[in-house]
């Protein structure tokens, strides 16, 4: 492994690595807490992991985390799961993420772009303003802490004004986009019980106006725990009956009161992606949100006021919690509502461009995008102001490296960073100081012993095992929603190896320090007691132009034997002949081994994806098994149903 790649793409000089928030942060650790003074960033992780309560203490006063309570210690009890962290102090989240404007109240504190590519600002004056006079609100309809406050929104500043008023009087946020359909809302929202809903009246995307008026009317006769309903009327629709006016509810120049909570108090309520079952409802505390993203985004990312945060997402991914968490570091944060790629492919460059963005995060599979349809970044857009392209959502492959290093720029820090909304951080990622290898994620990230096991849990180095967590993470869920002895947090994480937090993707840590993703171990292919990533194989085969996406799928058969089909949706024009099929089983032997060739090349109308643009795999494998479509998959969680009739067919025919 570590011999594939000696050369590193990138690697930061060294007057980038002095001004790196990070450097100062080891330095001053050092002096302060005992982190060791010489050896790195491999030092400063190794410390971090070692001495969990010297490093959380330290993140916190360096971020001047402002406890209202004190607490007795850092780590009360560090058994996985339930480890109890700074017992006795309380916090509120949205007072650290306002701020700012105590400082820099005139200037921008988010960015608001729709598809005419326009930024609008809103200031952190009027940000907190706003917030001030909802939260008032708020607690006028009786709302009280561990409320439950739902929004269906699009990555709007009003969705941000919401989230952080209910985190002001201690509700608990939770919210999807408004491309999911009622059905999929309800699967999330009925299990929480909302009792306050903002939604808007529609939204707007691919340059068309989608009304969402119906589904909305679906949601509160269905959740009957309702007591408000806020109208935001983005398409301009006068308010239905019995709702209340947003800009009613905003107008008050009120100061904000913030809820001084436990550290452990719910602060968001996060969705698994829920293609097998009914989504699991993640709850993550105020206080280990508030810590985690300190780290991630203010040492990590690199991220502080003059800086400009943009992250291609919407509501229902857990990148707009961890995008809106770029206003605690003082950060301006870019909003984008619209499609990735309108009017043309190039359109997230373009408001890169526009935003002045300093770190532009998006998903590997844009850039593959952008790659395949001809798009040429530095040549038609002033980027210079980027700093840093970083990418998640799948492994970013080889090419999508090589290509943001020739097409954005030679002097570009490429962060491909992996995690989960499960812990709604990274585990592995971006790294201001260290240099950045083709195909590699730059090292684990600060506070997270993150290794690679065998199945009886031996550490591995530069061999794929299971990702494994072994000590906790602030931001683990605190539990699950409707989970009460805690059964299915305890099984979905823990149940592989005790008091191990497994992850469910196979990784290699290269005996340099740096990490690679290689996709679910849920999907694993296992072709004679060798395990393989399915993502190994996508990168290959969809560097062909012919490939538009591909999916991989190991099953094993009744006889003992093993089938593993490869399903190809091809670009416009493409034929799967007879020769793109030997150019498909060509690459995959040359580029990876004789084991990783499918058994079967299959053409197939489309790739389905859950409604956040994961492949699915597991839903897939189980229809091919032969079990019913309703049973094999949540219908609500897939952003085309019809797709999965095609494997349902298949399995019939085979069968």
Not at 187 to 214: A, I, M, N, S
Not at 302 to 318: N, Q
Not at 345 to 359: D, F, N, V, Y
Not at 470 to 481: G, K, Q
């Amino acid at each position: 492994m570590s011999t594939v790649n000696p050369q590193p793409l990138w690697q930061p000089d060294p007057e980038r690595i002095a001004r790196a928030r990070i450097t100062a942060f080891h330095a001053w650790a050092a002096e302060h807490h005992g982190a060791p003074a010489e050896g790195g960033y491999a030092e400063l992780h190794r410390w971090s992991v070692d001495e969990p309560e010297a490093f959380w203490k330290a993140v916190t006063e360096w971020f001047d985390v402002r406890f209202s309570a004190p607490y007795a210690r850092v780590l009360g009890d560090r058994s996985m799961p339930g480890a109890q962290w700074f017992p006795g102090a309380t916090l509120n989240y949205a007072e650290h993420a306002l701020r700012a404007a105590e400082t820099r109240a005139d200037e921008p504190a988010l960015l608001h772009v729709d598809e005419t590519h326009d930024p609008k600002p809103v200031t952190w004056a009027e940000l907190r303003r706003q917030v001030g006079s909802l939260a008032a609100e708020l607690r006028a309809l009786g709302v009280r802490p561990g409320d439950r406050v739902s929004g269906y929104l699009p990555n709007i500043p009003q969705a941000v004004v919401a989230f952080l008023a209910t985190a002001a009087v201690g509700g608990v946020w939770t919210s999807c986009a408004p491309d999911f359909g009622a059905r999929s809302v309800l699967d999330r929202f009925q299990q929480v019980e909302p009792v306050v809903l903002f939604t808007v009246d529609g939204y707007r995307y691919g340059g068309k106006e989608h009304d969402r008026r119906d589904a909305v009317a679906e949601l509160r006769r269905e959740l009957p725990t309702l007591r408000a309903v806020v109208h935001i009327p983005l398409l301009g629709t006068e308010a239905p009956d019995g709702t209340l006016d947003w800009q009613a509810l905003t107008s008050a120049d009120t100061e904000p009161a913030f809820e001084q909570v436990p550290f452990a108090h719910p602060l968001w309520v996060l969705y698994s992606s829920g293609t097998t079952g009914l989504p699991k409802a993640i709850v993550q505390s105020q206080g280990g949100i508030l810590v985690e993203h300190l780290k991630q985004l203010g040492l990590h990312c690199d991220l502080g006021p003059g800086d400009r945060f943009f992250w291609y997402t919407s509501t229902g991914w857990m990148m707009w919690n961890f995008l809106v968490s770029g206003l605690l570091t003082g950060t301006t944060i870019v909003l984008y509502d619209g499609s990735p790629g309108y009017p043309d492919t190039g359109a997230q460059w373009r408001i890169a461009e526009r935003t002045g963005a300093t770190l532009y995060g998006t998903s590997a599979a844009y850039v593959m995008a952008c790659s395949k349809a001809d798009v040429h970044p530095s040549r038609d857009f002033d980027l210079s102001a980027v700093q840093c392209v970083a990418t998640t959502g799948s492994p970013l492959p080889p090419d999508g490296f090589r290509w943001l290093h020739d097409e954005v720029r030679d002097d570009l820090w490429i962060a491909s960073v992996s995690g989960g909304t499960d812990v709604c951080s990274c585990f592995a990622g971006a790294v201001p100081t260290l240099p950045v290898h083709v195909g590699e994620l730059q090292a684990p990230c600060l506070g997270t012993d993150l290794q690679s096991w065998d199945p009886s849990g031996s550490p591995l180095t530069d061999e794929v095992g299971e990702l494994v967590v072994t000590n906790p993470m602030p931001s683990m869920p605190i539990h699950f929603w409707n989970d009460p002895d805690g059964s299915r947090y305890h099984d979905s994480y823990f149940d592989t190896y005790p008091g191990v937090w497994r992850h469910g993707d196979w990784i290699t840590l290269t005996s340099r320090g740096s990490v690679v993703i290689h996709g679910r171990s849920d999907s694993t292919l296992n072709r004679q007691g060798v395990r393989m990533g399915s993502a190994d194989i996508y990168e290959a085969v969809e560097r062909l132009p012919e490939i538009r996406e591909s999916l991989v799928i190991g099953i094993e058969q009744p006889d003992g034997g093993y089938w593993m089909p490869l399903f190809v949706h091809l670009t416009p024009g493409a034929v799967l002949d007879e020769a793109l099929k030997g150019r498909i089983q060509r690459t995959i032997r040359e580029e990876l081994s004789p084991r990783h060739v499918p058994d079967e090349i299959i053409e197939v109308p489309g790739v389905p994806h859950t409604l956040t643009g994961k492949r699915i795999e597991v839903p897939v494998k189980r229809l091919l098994q032969g079990t019913p479509l309703e049973k094999a998959v949540n219908a609500g969680s897939v952003d085309n149903l019809d797709l999965l009739t095609f494997y349902e067919d298949l399995a019939r025919k085979r069968a």
